[in-house]
């Protein structure tokens, strides 16, 4: 392996690392889908342009897409605690 001799617990430390970043990398993906779902929101609801005041239409759909928001960030939670918990044992 590259001429280095790597004990248990580098390895462990390195597969550690290792875990460490590909939940960040999800974080990061996950931050990025939050920022796309929040434009196709706000372009679907907002078809018209910001106004002074929102229509019942405009609410009812901004409602909706702060629900769906909340559904996914929970179930996109409950995913990150299991991957943390297996990771753990």
Same mark, same amino acid.
């Given at each position: 392996?590259?001429?280095?001799?790597?004990?248990?617990?580098?390895?462990?430390?390195?597969?550690?690392?290792?875990?460490?970043?590909?939940?960040? +990398?999800?974080?990061?993906?996950?931050?990025?889908?939050?920022?796309?779902?929040?434009?196709?929101?706000?372009?679907?609801?907002?078809?018209?342009?910001?106004?002074?005041?929102?229509?019942?239409?405009?609410?009812?759909?901004?409602?909706?897409?702060?629900?769906?928001?909340?559904?996914?960030?929970?179930?996109?939670?409950?995913?990150?605690? +299991?991957?943390?918990?297996?990771?753990?044992?």
């Amino acid at each position: 392996m590259d001429g280095f001799d790597f004990n248990s617990s580098e390895k462990a430390d390195a597969s550690e690392l290792q875990r460490m970043i590909a939940i960040e +990398q999800q974080k990061a993906q996950f931050q990025a889908q939050v920022h796309n779902f929040t434009e196709v929101c706000w372009d679907k609801c907002m078809d018209g342009g910001p106004s002074s005041k929102l229509d019942s239409r405009t609410e009812i759909c901004l409602v909706n897409c702060v629900d769906r928001f909340i559904d996914t960030t929970l179930s996109i939670t409950n995913r990150f605690t +299991q991957m943390v918990q297996k990771g753990a044992h």
